[in-house]
């Protein structure tokens, strides 16, 4: 993704910054599907799956599960693979780490995953973040006889009953024990609901239950269905966001957060970035939705016509990861030794933006950046507002000794007041490779 379309990327870099098409998409360093949302401690805990980078026309490539963070809505910082197909030791493919959601249940929080072809798995952690084990040792579900056993979706009702939905191209459920790796009674087929196609995000709201699936084929848009049951019967009620040629497949996932409700839903958009030619490498967008009195959902315009306000500002006096970004194109993250994440593939020119910075009235005096560099003689040039923007720091790096030797790097700031987006430019002569960022921090 390095070296094509440079113009292009700027063009939407400039886009970005102004606000002019907000995020879209949301995630740029990694081709992520499957959005589901959840929310935790005042946090959106994005769990997505991943496509990766060498996926080959129509064919699937899907070896893990990604986790991102934000308290804002566009600033999402990257946690890595959470969880992976080497989680479930039973399992018969090195292939179809397909779409997943994550529930929390007592303290404890619970990943069904669906391993295409060999049913669907569960597993479990004590923190949001992981690590997540494998508690049972085989699926949860698989009903060998077909293939259909994807897209798994999980509510706890307020009664304490938790329910799963799944499948493709039929809609089952079941309803789920409360260790939440078990079930009782049959799996119930649905079957199919009207232009339902896959990708089933079941909730309740205000006493009601919804069911928001991709729907339609092909393209895909995202539709809904009502009831007063969480089984049902299920009214069609047409589509949260209507089928449109820009974007080939969708899979919705639905939030409350912070007094607004969101849609999150995947498109092609990144790969467009780079190429025409088709390939199934995805990324995730976002959109506010809005509700009608009688709980019926708005129709939201493609992701591309909408845009995503960001909630509240960015406080930059702490110790921020480097892979906290709202647009990041051609930058890469990997993970550390020590577990932790890190951004890679720095080149000469590649620009990292964070929105919303509040730097407050008496504003930065000094920058703090943690890198490794095996070079050296590069720069992070902080930018205001865009890459052209007001210079108001350089910070000169040196060789650390290696890519994987940290130092800090410090430069005084002057002029960061008040509240602008965040870019930081990168400079070096070798061109390629100039550091690795682990992360930075500003001082008042």
């Known amino acids: 993704m390095k070296n094509k379309s440079k113009k292009l990327a700027f063009m939407m870099l400039g886009l970005c910054a102004l ?6 998409p949301i995630i740029q360093t990694k081709y992520t599907a499957d959005p589901a949302p959840m929310v935790y401690n005042d946090t959106i805990f994005l769990y997505t799956s991943h496509d990766e980078d060498d996926a080959q026309g129509y064919d699937f490539k899907m070896l893990d599960w990604q986790l991102y963070t934000s308290t804002d809505m566009v600033n999402w910082t990257d946690h890595g693979p959470v969880a992976s197909l080497k989680d479930f030791v039973w399992r018969k493919r090195d292939n179809g780490a397909w779409a997943q959601q994550v529930v929390e249940r007592d303290g404890k929080f619970y990943m069904y995953c669906p391993l295409h072809g060999n049913g669907i798995g569960v597993l ?37 009953q938790a329910y799963m939905y799944w499948g493709n191209p039929n809609l089952y459920y079941v309803k789920l024990n409360k260790d939440m790796v078990s079930y009782s009674g049959d799996i119930v ?27 339609t084929c092909c393209p895909e848009g995202i539709g809904y269905a009502m009831s007063n049951s969480p089984t049902g019967p299920w009214e069609v009620k047409g589509y949260i966001m209507a089928p449109t040629d820009r974007t080939r497949g969708n899979h919705p996932g639905i939030i409350d957060y912070k007094g607004k409700s969101y ?22 967008s976002a959109a506010e939705m809005h509700y009608n009195v009688d709980g019926t959902i708005q129709e939201v315009p493609y992701f591309k016509d909408t845009k995503l306000v960001q909630i509240e500002n960015f406080n930059p ?17 990997e993970r550390r030794t020590d577990g932790g994440i890190y951004v890679t593939k720095i080149n000469d020119s590649d620009t990292l ?10 504003g ?35 060789a650390t000794g290696g890519m994987d030797i940290y130092k800090e790097f410090a430069c005084p700031v002057k002029g960061a007041k008040g509240v602008h987006d965040l870019v930081f430019r ?19």
């Open 317 to 333: 006096y702490r110790r921020v990861e480097a892979e906290t970004m709202a647009w990041g194109y051609g930058l890469k993250t």
């Open 19 to 24: 606000g002019a098409n907000a995020q879209d």
């Open 353 to 362: 933006v964070v929105k919303g910075v509040d730097f407050g009235k008496e």
């Open 189 to 215: 087929k649905i079957g199919k609901l009207e232009h339902y196609q896959e990708g089933p995000w079941f909730y309740k709201r205000n006493g009601k239950y919804y069911l928001a699936y991709a729907s």
């Open 426 to 444: 990168f400079k070096g002569d070798a061109g390629k490779d100039l550091m690795n960022w682990d992360y930075w921090k500003f001082v008042e």
């Open 364 to 398: 930065a005096s000094r920058f703090v950046a943690s890198v490794a560099s095996d070079a050296g003689h590069c720069a992070i040039e902080i930018h205001l507002d865009q890459a052209d923007g007001p210079l108001v720091g350089t910070v000169q790096v040196e």
């Open 124 to 160: 479990v952690s004590d923190s949001p973040y992981g690590p997540f084990k494998d508690p049972i040792g085989k699926p949860i579900v698989w009903q060998q006889e077909h293939w259909e056993d994807i897209d798994p979706t999980v509510w706890i009702d307020d009664d304490g």
């Open 263 to 284: 849609v999150f839903g995947q498109n092609y958009d990144l790969l467009r970035l780079e190429m025409e030619e088709h390939h199934e490498r995805r990324s995730i």
